[in-house]
Antibody
Framework: QLQLQESGPGLVKPSETLSLTCTVS??????????WAWIRQPPGKGLEWIAS???????YYKPSLKSRVAISVDPSKNQFSLRLRSVTAADTAVYYC??????????WGQGTLVTVSS | QSALTQPPSASGSPGQSVTISCTGT?????????VSWYQQHPGKAPKLMIY???KRPSGVPDRFSGSKSGNTASLTVSGLQAEDEADYYC????????????FGGGTKLTVL
């Protein structure tokens, strides 16, 4: 049973960089059939896809976030990561990491709340 | 890259059927077969209910079905049950300047 676990600071100051890591267990991040994605959900609002990465390092970004986001993968640790620069209060959200296949998130982590506040 | 359009709310009585729409453009819903639907209960992570327009993952009841016509996808829940009350989100593969995934704004389904 594949499991995904998000980790990282729960509080980030405005203008700083949000950094999260997703650790994959019960399966290999080097699967040729899957991508690995980050999705977020502001409190009381809907889901927003942020980015995805393939085990080879190929990346895909939501166009409106592309200038501030970097996603990366570390197959040796079975992890992938998200960095979001210059955060504001609007970036406060529950951040989920997921396993994707054909643009579908088939497995989800439990989510981690990141609050942007001074 | 505006979100896909979903009605904010939908409702039905137990045993009835309800359909939730998801409208996009030819650059997303209308252009690809990669439309998915997710169910989210309060405080929980979303759960995949439908993928590739009309396919159900193992374990999802056949009361849930999906379809697409043009730029609009639909999720139908038949034989409504109390546990179906949740938020439902559609998503689609999309391409503008690059490939990405776009979500709908979500629909709150209430079982009366």
């Amino acid at each position: 049973q594949l499991q995904l676990q998000e980790s990282g600071p729960g509080l980030v100051k405005p203008s700083e960089t949000l950094s999260l890591t997703c650790t994959v267990s019960g399966g290999s991040i080097s699967s040729r059939d899957h991508h690995w994605a980050w999705i977020r959900q502001p409190p009381g609002k809907g889901l927003e896809w942020i980015a995805s990465v393939y085990y080879s390092g190929t990346t895909y970004y939501k166009p409106s976030l592309k200038s501030r986001v970097a996603i990366s993968v570390d197959p040796s640790k079975n992890q992938f990561s998200l960095r979001l620069r210059s955060v504001t209060a609007a970036d406060t959200a529950v951040y989920y990491c997921t396993r994707e296949r054909t643009s579908t998130s088939i497995d989800w982590g439990q989510g981690t709340l990141v609050t942007v506040s001074s | 890259q505006s979100a896909l359009t979903q009605p904010p709310s939908a409702s039905g009585s137990p045993g009835q059927s309800v359909t939730i729409s998801c409208t996009g453009t030819s650059s997303d819903v209308g252009g690809y077969k990669y439309v998915s639907w997710y169910q989210q209960h309060p405080g929980k992570a979303p759960k995949l209910m439908i993928y590739e327009v009309n396919k159900r993952p193992s374990g999802v009841p056949d009361r849930f079905s999906g379809s697409k016509s043009g730029n609009t996808a639909s999720l139908t829940v038949s034989g409504l049950q109390a546990e179906d009350e949740a938020d439902y989100y559609c998503s689609s593969h999309a391409i503008t300047s690059n490939a990405y995934v776009i979500f709908g704004g979500g629909t709150k389904l209430t079982v009366l």
